[in-house]
T-cell receptor, first 113, second 115 residues
């Protein structure tokens, strides 16, 4: 079984809809991250969390919110989706033992029409 | 602020050629990590290497080698005798050792190996 899972893997939604992307991990890591990937821009950090009570904004947090429900679960929400949020979204995990190496989920491809 | 630049957007070579992917970074930190990740057509991100800023020794792993030069703030990646399976998008990334330890990624280089 994969150590970092993301659901759904693919999602098509309409402008204005609320959508939640979920990430779960079995690696026991305390740090979790959400990135979005756009062609030609690489991966950009949306939010990150060092534990359940520690949530931090990343480079491009506007239009997104997150919830760390447990050490193993980190959800990303788009309150009112817009077309320029169409992207590939990755969740990642790490902890002090990984020396900053992050372990990525398989990605969620989101299309906002 | 930290920044990673991969100036080569796309590279296309014929199988068995050697190819070098460039990575230039900017940071004010004295200690940091540099990474390379591979993203094959299937979409997942595969970790290739981490390099500590203290260690400027070049590294070789099979057909892959990495050249880290602090003086030019570069961390270049060379594939020797390229194969079709090497076709992917490759990302260079930078992370501070202290503080938030966030990964800052370059734009990526799409490498196509033609048979």
């Amino acid at each position: 079984d994969a150590d970092v899972t993301q659901t759904p893997r693919n999602r098509i939604t309409k402008t204005g809809k609320r959508i939640m992307l979920e990430c779960s991990q079995t690696k026991g890591h305390d740090r979790m991250y959400w990135y979005r990937q756009d062609p030609g821009l690489g991966l950009r950090l949306i939010y990150y969390s060092f534990d359940v009570k520690d949530i931090n904004k990343g480079e491009i947090s506007d239009g997104y919110s997150v919830s760390r429900q447990a050490q193993a679960k980190f959800s990303l929400s788009l309150e009112s989706a817009i077309p320029n949020q169409t992207a590939l979204y990755f969740c990642a995990t790490s902890d002090a033992s990984t020396f900053n190496e992050q372990f990525f989920g398989p990605g969620t491809r989101l299309t906002v029409l | 602020a930290q920044k990673v630049t991969q100036a080569q957007t796309e590279i296309s070579v014929v199988e068995k050629e050697d190819v070098t992917l460039d990575c230039v970074y900017e940071t004010r930190d004295t200690t940091y990590y540099l990474f390379w990740y591979k993203q094959p057509p299937s979409g997942e991100l595969v970790f290739l290497i981490r390099r500590n800023s203290f260690d400027e020794q070049n590294e070789i792993s099979g057909r892959y080698s990495w050249n880290f030069q602090k003086s030019t703030s570069s961390f270049n990646f060379t594939i020797t005798a390229s194969q079709v399976v090497d076709s992917a998008v490759y990302f260079c990334a930078l992370s501070s050792i202290q503080g938030a330890q966030k990964l800052v990624f370059g734009q990526g280089t799409r490498l196509t190996i033609n048979p």
